[in-house]
Nanobody, 124 residues
Framework: QGPLVESGGGLVSAGGSLRLSCAASGRTFGRYVMGWFRQAPGKGREFVAAISGSGGYINYGDAVKGRFTISRDNAKNTVYLQMDSLKPEDTAVYYC?????????????????WGQGTQVTVSS
């Protein structure tokens, strides 16, 4: 898997929405589990969501369930994170991740590839 490049971050008011994108290079994108993580100032990196290569398996962190939606378009080598009903506590740098093993999404030390991150700021 090639480099991961996130985009779509920015400043939004509480209750608003943003959609993050993560573009990957390479011809094997569909074989990779893709995930989103976030890190708020002074805190550790937190699991947000993961999606299997086919899109058939999806998991969300408790803090975002019912508000965020992960999806992927394997023809475009891109994974998305639709974020709705945003709260100030969602403010963080959001990272895209790729790995061949779904279980590795629960052990960040084992994840193969990371993007550079994109800042999301939610104002109250």
């Amino acid at each position: 898997q090639g480099p991961l490049v996130e985009s779509g971050g920015g400043l939004v008011s509480a209750g608003g929405s943003l959609r993050l994108s993560c573009a990957a290079s390479g011809r094997t994108f569909g074989r990779y589990v893709m995930g989103w993580f976030r890190q708020a100032p002074g805190k550790g990196r937190e699991f947000v969501a993961a999606i299997s290569g086919s899109g058939g398996y999806i998991n969300y962190g408790d803090a975002v369930k019912g508000r965020f939606t992960i999806s992927r378009d394997n023809a475009k080598n891109t994974v998305y994170l639709q974020m709705d009903s945003l709260k100030p506590e969602d403010t963080a740098v959001y990272y895209c991740a790729a790995d061949v093993m779904y279980g590795d999404m629960w052990d960040q030390r084992r994840i193969d590839s990371w993007g550079q991150g994109t800042q999301v700021t939610v104002s109250s």
